[in-house]
Nanobody, 125 residues
Framework: QVQLVESGGGSVESVGSLRLSCAAS????????MGWFRQAPGKEPEGVAA???????TVADSVKGRFTISQDNAKNTLYLAMNSLKPEDTAMYYC???????????????????WGQGTQVTVSS
């Protein structure tokens, strides 16, 4: 059974930084896509970044240059380093996993079949 557990959220001031972690278990696929999504109150979920089994990453234009996705395969952990945070980055952030490579749908929720419970990020101005 695949389990994804996020951590690292919190409250920061504008231009601050946070690093989110997602610990994955029960996941032994050699090909996969793992991603970060966010959802602000009253808004649709938004794909933030994704990375597949060969390390190829995709980052949304809204966070490009500020957010970095990475993975530590030895620890089965996915990370999202967030710098220069803005109030509009405030949202619940979710980790997600898919049993196929990311491809052109890397930032689409429909690609992913496994989701964590989320961790809240709040950025104040």
């Amino acid at each position: 059974q695949v389990q994804l557990v996020e951590s690292g959220g919190g409250s920061v001031e504008s231009v601050g930084s946070l690093r989110l972690s997602c610990a994955a278990s029960g996941y032994t696929d050699s090909s996969y896509c793992m991603g970060w999504f966010r959802q602000a109150p009253g808004k649709e979920p938004e794909g933030v970044a994704a990375i597949d089994s060969d390390g190829t990453s995709t980052v949304a234009d809204s966070v490009k240059g500020r957010f970095t996705i990475s993975q530590d395969n030895a620890k089965n952990t996915l990370y999202l380093a967030m710098n220069s945070l803005k109030p509009e980055d405030t949202a619940m952030y979710y980790c997600a996993a898919s049993r196929v490579d990311c491809g052109e749908y890397a930032l689409y929720t429909t690609l992913f079949g496994y989701w964590g419970q989320g961790t809240q990020v709040t950025v104040s101005s």
